[in-house]
């Protein structure tokens, strides 16, 4: 065994340097907190340059090594690199915390193909900015860190990377919050922010906002296509929210991956507006929702998952998929289900999902008057408090709904199987194989 691990390191070593080696023609300069700006960069000591001369110089392929210590300066390059030339920023892998960036941004007018390892941010990690029209690609921005992330993550560009970054902050502000933000403004958005990754990161966030207050996204998206987030963790505690909060909203949001990330909700405190731990609106479809942990707990206030909400463009949401989700929620809104179809379910798949919770709320609830159109529950356990598992009674069912080999269970002393489900006329309901022993406890 061990000498099968030590062939596998030697076989990485070579693809490491390559990956680390600057391209054909490029510069390599070295920073230091002591550099003297126009010094040549060939060595940390007597002939370092600064941080602020490397971002208005370098040129595409050139190199950024740091010497350790603390720079007042970002990390801001104030042109692009390119496909095959990227403009590289590299600290310390053994260490990301011995260098200290005052941020990490690349921003809409400069920094597309360019890439930032090994960092801590003493002020925040801005991202990748974008405004109508104009935004960064290709970027890759891994293994930092920053205490100060009040400001969250700018993710508006197209196929950038952030992976295994660690931003712990506050949200305190009011108005509008995008946490870790992919929100393109625009009626109709001039652009989209798209194929964009977030992987394998750590993030930890407080809400504590006043008045006045718009929306609190922990990740919003408006006007996106093709992103994912991956393996991440998002520990999140909301103190208090004036307005209204939401783990993740989607507006006009295609094809997005949420692939076995963990969620932990702590609910400390009110939230004074409309809620959701995930949420479709405007037309937002072809998402998926796989292999993921929720945990919803607290007594401060009360959180549902809106997976459908009717906003500018109602009854357009749909063919969304879920699937090998593990969801408790202990503290559903009053009058809804854990899951919850409040603009109706249209062509979407909820498959193989566990789904469980102390209250006595339906696991999955489809509002009264809307749609259950063509959607498939196929494979699900459903566990709750109350009597019923799944209520959609008062739907309107259309295009063959069906629910197959779906599993109820109540925590009730006495409990009806026949009464789990509660569907309309058009929804049929193909009950799992028997198993022996099985029951409704827990």
Not at 200 to 221: A, E, L, S, Y
Request: aromatic share 10%.
């Amino acid at each position: 065994m061990t000498g099968g691990g030590a062939r596998g390191r030697w076989a990485l070593a070579p693809l490491a340097a390559l990956l680390l080696a600057p391209a054909a023609g490029a510069r390599t300069y070295w920073v230091s907190p002591a550099g003297v700006p126009g010094r040549s960069g060939a060595d940390s000591l007597a002939n370092a340059t600064t941080l602020a001369w490397f971002n208005a110089n370098a040129q595409p392929g050139d190199v950024c090594r740091f010497r350790s210590g603390t720079y007042r300066d970002p990390i801001q390059p104030a042109r692009d690199g390119t496909p095959a030339r990227r403009i590289r920023y590299y600290g310390f892998p053994q260490d990301p915390g011995a260098v200290t960036v005052a941020d990490i941004r690349f921003g809409w007018r400069a920094g597309s193909f360019c890439t930032a390892r090994w960092f801590h941010a003493a002020n925040g990690i801005t991202g990748c900015d974008g405004v109508s029209g104009v935004f960064v690609s290709g970027d890759s921005i891994a293994a930092c860190s920053t205490a100060r992330g009040d400001a969250g993550l700018l993710v508006r560009g197209k196929a950038c990377v952030f992976d295994s970054l660690a931003i712990r902050g506050t949200v305190s502000g009011g108005g509008q919050s995008h946490w870790i933000d992919l929100m393109i403004g625009g009626n109709p958005a001039p652009w989209f922010a798209t194929d964009n990754v977030v992987s394998n990161g750590r993030f930890t966030v407080t809400v504590r906002t006043g008045g006045p207050q718009g929306d609190v996204h922990v990740v919003g998206i408006g006007h996106g296509v093709g992103n994912r987030f991956v393996r991440n963790t998002f520990d999140v505690t909301v103190s208090r929210c004036a307005g209204y909060f939401f783990c993740v909203e989607l507006y006009e949001g295609y094809g997005t991956l949420f692939h076995r990330n963990t969620w932990n909700v702590r609910l400390d405190g009110p939230i004074g507006g409309s809620r959701g731990v995930w949420c479709h609106r405007d037309s937002s479809s072809f998402n998926r929702w796989t292999a993921n942990v929720v945990n919803v707990s607290g007594r401060g206030s009360t959180l549902s998952f809106m997976l459908s909400n009717p906003g500018s463009f109602p009854g357009t949401t749909g063919r969304n998929y879920y699937g090998g989700n593990s969801i408790r929620d202990d503290v559903p809104q009053p009058g809804t289900g854990v899951l919850w179809f409040y603009d109706g379910s249209r062509s979407d798949t909820l498959e193989s999902n566990a789904v469980l919770t102390r209250s006595n709320a339906p696991c999955v609830m489809v509002e009264r008057r809307r749609e259950l159109n063509g959607s498939l529950f196929r494979r699900n356990t459903s566990r709750t408090g109350g009597l019923v598992a799944f209520d959609g009674a008062r739907a309107v069912a259309s295009n063959a709904p069906r629910a197959e080999g779906d599993t109820y269970g109540s925590a009730l002393p006495r409990w009806w199987p026949g009464d789990a489900v509660r569907v309309p006329p058009g929804f049929a309901v193909v009950p799992a194989p028997a198993t022996r022993g099985a029951g409704p406890g827990r």
